[in-house]
């Protein structure tokens, strides 16, 4: 999608021009990395920003210097990205998230989650495992993000954390008092920066704090809540 506004810069013109390109084959940071680097070194381009959950690169440059197809091509020929090509926004982008729901305890729950999460627009399908607390959704990235989706999952009054299938991530769920109302998104970050730690989420009506970590960096329970004391939290089983 090309859009060009006419802008002013000293006394010459300049065509203000942004350009949208999905890269499937860019899946992490050093990929994003590489598409700035290709990009921003053209002469004419102002800004590159890119979305690696619908795997798009959005690029702004100066249309009097280079052009939309240009960029496309310098990425299919001089990048790993050959099968770059303009984005879509009516294109279907399936993606599959799991996230761990520790609330979770039996069928019941498990029906209000699909009913709930199910209904919201993008969501293609969900599939929710009781025993092991998790849920597989597939969706369509260009109608909802997988943070929309964790806002969903809110609403709905489950506070999930990012799940996995391998035995080296556990999951764990304390109450921390200093952690609610406002004070929630700080502590949410600030647990966030503790080596180890995974994902962490947490309702500031109640304290309760969801955490998804690595056993290869905190080796249980026990060392988690120590980790989280000395990020300046006292933490109590749930």
Not at 53 to 63: M, P, Q, V
């Amino acid at each position: 999608m090309l859009a060009m506004i006419a802008a002013v810069s000293g006394n010459a013109f300049a065509q203000s021009a942004t350009y949208q390109v999905r890269l499937e084959q860019m899946h992490c940071g050093g990929c994003s990395g590489r598409v700035k680097q290709a990009l921003t070194a053209v002469d004419g381009v102002q800004e590159v920003k890119t979305d690696l959950e619908k795997r798009i690169a959005t690029i702004s440059y100066d249309a009097s210097k280079t052009s939309g197809d240009k960029l496309l091509s310098l990425l299919k020929t001089t990048t790993k990205f050959t099968e770059a090509y303009a984005y879509n926004p009516d294109e279907v982008i399936e993606r599959k998230a799991i996230f761990r729901a520790g609330q979770i305890r039996c069928g019941g729950c498990a029906s209000k989650i699909k009913k709930s999460i199910g209904e919201v627009a993008g969501v293609q399908n969900v599939d929710v495992d009781v025993d092991k607390k998790l849920v597989t959704i597939q969706y369509d990235a260009n109608k909802v993000s997988k943070k929309e989706i964790v806002d969903d999952f809110k609403k709905a009054g489950y506070f999930v954390t990012a799940g996995y299938t391998n035995d080296i991530v556990k999951y764990a769920s304390y109450t921390v008092e200093t952690a609610k109302g406002r004070a929630a998104q700080d502590a949410i970050a600030k647990l966030n920066e503790v080596k180890g730690i995974l994902d962490v989420n947490i309702n500031p009506e109640n304290g309760y704090t969801a955490i998804s970590y690595n056993t290869r960096v905190i080796a249980d329970d026990s060392a988690l809540a120590k980790a989280i004391e000395t990020a300046g939290y006292k933490a109590q089983t749930n």
